[in-house]
C-alpha cells in the first residue's frame, strides 16, 4: 500500500498509509462482536498494508483499545503508527446512571464526562496507556469538542477556551517531551478544527465525515488554511457512516442515523456516476479524499474481515 510521509515539526515526522483503520466499529458499535471477530478486522487490515489505526475510549468505552493493545502486541512498535484521544473520563456506573453514546455501543454501563483541562487530558491519556499496552502514542487528538456534541456554538466555545487556557498547555508538553509526537483534534465539523487551527499550534486534525463525496464545505476556507500551514488532515467517515458504502438502499446511515429521502437521492446520483465510469460508489468513496494534497490517510472501519 502506498504511504505518505509527514514532517510539520522536523522530529522525523511519521509515514501514513493512504488507508488505516478506524476502530470504532470494534468497540462494540451498533451490535456486539466477539474478542475472535475484532482480532480478524484487525488481522484483514494489516495483511492489506494498513499501518495506520485510530482509536479512542469512546469507542466502546474502553473496548477498542483493549482489543486493539491484544493485537499490536504481536507487532514490532516502530510497524505502525497509533493514535488516540482526550476530552472524555470514563466511569463504571450502574445501568440506570449510565451517560453517552449508548444508543451506538453495546458495552457495560459507563459514565462519561467531558473534561478538556491540563490534568483531565493527562488523566485520560494515562488510561489510555494502561488499555493500549504500549510507551508511546503517536498522536493525541481532542475529541469532539463541537456542536453536535455539545449542544450550542456557546457551549462549545466554553470548552474550546477551557482547553487553550488550560488543556493545551498539556499537550504542548507531551510533545516537547516525545509522549506524543503529534497532537491536534478530532471532531465531526471541520469549523472547531479551524478555530483551534487559527488559536494554537495543531499539527493534525480527524475529520470525520466533513470531506467526502457527499460534503465538501471545508475546501472552502479550513483545507486552504491547512495546506498553507502544513497542518495533517486524516480522513474520518469516508462512507459518511455507511451510506457512501451501502449505496441508497433502504435503513442506510448517513451521519449515525438513517438518510433522509434526500441523501438517499444525491447518492443515488453520485453512484449512477461512478457506475457510468465503471467505478464502484464505495472506491470512489475512499479515493476521493485522498486528492487533496493535506490529506494523509482515509480509515475506514470494519467489525469483521470480510467488511475490512
Not at 448517513?254 to 444525491?266: G, H, K, S, T, V
Amino acid at each position: 500500500m502506498k504511504t505518505r510521509a509527514w514532517d510539520r515539526l522536523g522530529n522525523g515526522g511519521l509515514s501514513f498509509t493512504e488507508l488505516g483503520m478506524g476502530t470504532a466499529p470494534l468497540g462494540n458499535l451498533y451490535r456486539a462482536i466477539s474478542d475472535a471477530e475484532a482480532d480478524a478486522a484487525l488481522e484483514a487490515a494489516w495483511e492489506a498494508g494498513a499501518r495506520y489505526y485510530d482509536t479512542a475510549p469512546l469507542y466502546g468505552l474502553g473496548l477498542s483499545e483493549t482489543r486493539l493493545n491484544r493485537f499490536l502486541r504481536t507487532k514490532r512498535r516502530d510497524e505502525y503508527v497509533l493514535s488516540t484521544k482526550v476530552g472524555r473520563l470514563l466511569d463504571v456506573c450502574p445501568p440506570d446512571q449510565q451517560t453517552g453514546p449508548d444508543k451506538w455501543f453495546e458495552v457495560p454501563a459507563r459514565r462519561e464526562r467531558y473534561d478538556y483541562s491540563h490534568d483531565g487530558i493527562l488523566r485520560s491519556l494515562e488510561h489510555s496507556f494502561q488499555r493500549l499496552g504500549v510507551e508511546r502514542i503517536d498522536i493525541l487528538y481532542v475529541h469532539d469538542i463541537d456542536v453536535a456534541n455539545h449542544g450550542t456554538e456557546a457551549e462549545r466555545d466554553r470548552r474550546v477556551d477551557q482547553l487553550m487556557l488550560s488543556g493545551y498547555d498539556a499537550l504542548v508538553r507531551l510533545r516537547e517531551e516525545g509522549t506524543i509526537r503529534a497532537f491536534g483534534a478530532g471532531a465531526n465539523e471541520w469549523q472547531v478544527c479551524q478555530m483551534l487551527a487559527e488559536r494554537g499550534d495543531f499539527d493534525i486534525f480527524l475529520l470525520a465525515g466533513r470531506y467526502t463525496l457527499l460534503e465538501q464545505e471545508a475546501l472552502d476556507s479550513f483545507l486552504p488554511l491547512c495546506a498553507s500551514r502544513g497542518i495533517g488532515i486524516v480522513l474520518g467517515g469516508p462512507y459518511n457512516s455507511g451510506i457512501l458504502a451501502t449505496g441508497p438502499k433502504p435503513g442506510a446511515y448517513y451521519n449515525y442515523e438513517p438518510a433522509p429521502q434526500q441523501i438517499l437521492d444525491r447518492v443515488a446520483a453520485i453512484e449512477r456516476v461512478c457506475q457510468a465510469h465503471g467505478v464502484k460508489l464505495i472506491e470512489a468513496a475512499l479515493h476521493f479524499p485522498l486528492m487533496h494534497p493535506s490529506v494523509l490517510s482515509v480509515i475506514p472501519g470494519g467489525q469483521s474481515a470480510d467488511e475490512v
